[in-house]
């Protein structure tokens, strides 16, 4: 089965701190994405990539970065955490580009304090 | 901008009742997903429909694509308590371009 791993379930944080949000995925997928969900919101994209060292941004990329050094693993990085980024960010990752389904990860709870 | 409104958002059973959840979404869409979302847990495909008039049944549940109302529907026939559960729809091209309904949060109660 395929996994995808976010490294924290919960994290508190206070206003200023860079955090980062660590996801691995162990199916050898191009794909990975970043999203946030809030509720009455859905899930909103952030961030996607499709090889290592490539990154292209969502709906929402301001006040996040990211990172993929090696295919397996896609980070998310808040410079400055702040209060509206409190949220649960959810990881995703998928075979290829043509619409397959994708495969999240079970979220990581994010306040920011 | 593809744009995706589910409905009901929050929807309250008894057992044994059927429901439909229904999805609508405002410009062509390659592919319609359906995804189900235990309290606290990941997100899990159910179904993914690819062209118009296509249905997909597993279990209870049963899900189908009219592409040119632009409408799927997820139907569940006679509710049990095992399918309490967040289900969102999404649609796209890509993985790039899916964009997800609010979710409808149904709770099934004996």
């Known amino acids: 089965d395929v996994k995808v791993t976010q490294s924290s379930r919960y994290l508190v944080k206070r206003t200023g701190e860079k955090v980062f949000l660590e996801c691995v995925q162990d199916m050898d997928h191009e794909n990975m994405f970043w999203y946030r969900q809030d509720p009455g919101l859905g899930l909103r994209l952030i961030y996607f990539?499709?090889?290592?060292?490539?990154?292209e941004k969502g709906d929402i990329p301001e006040g996040y970065s990211v990172s993929r050094e090696k295919k397996e693993r896609f980070s998310l990085i808040l410079e400055s955490a702040s209060t509206n980024q409190t949220s649960m960010y959810l990881c995703?990752?998928?075979?290829?580009?043509?619409?397959?389904?994708?495969?999240f990860g079970s979220g990581t709870q994010l306040s920011v304090l | 901008e593809l744009k995706v409104e589910q409905n009901p958002l929050f929807l309250s059973m008894q057992e044994g009742k059927n429901y439909t959840i229904y999805c609508n979404y405002s410009t062509t869409s390659d592919r319609l997903y359906w995804y189900r979302q235990d309290p606290g847990k990941s997100l899990e495909s159910l179904f993914v429909l690819l062209s118009n008039g296509a249905v997909k049944q597993e279990g209870r549940l049963m899900a189908s694509l009219d592409t040119k109302a632009r409408l799927s529907t997820l139907h569940i026939t006679a509710a049990v308590h095992d399918l309490s559960a967040t289900y969102f729809c999404a649609g796209g091209y890509n993985n790039n371009d899916m964009r997800f309904g609010a979710g409808t949060r149904l709770t099934v109660k004996p």
């Open positions: 995703a990752s998928s075979f290829d580009r043509g619409g397959e389904k994708l495969f």
């Open positions: 990539s499709y090889d290592v060292k490539m990154k």
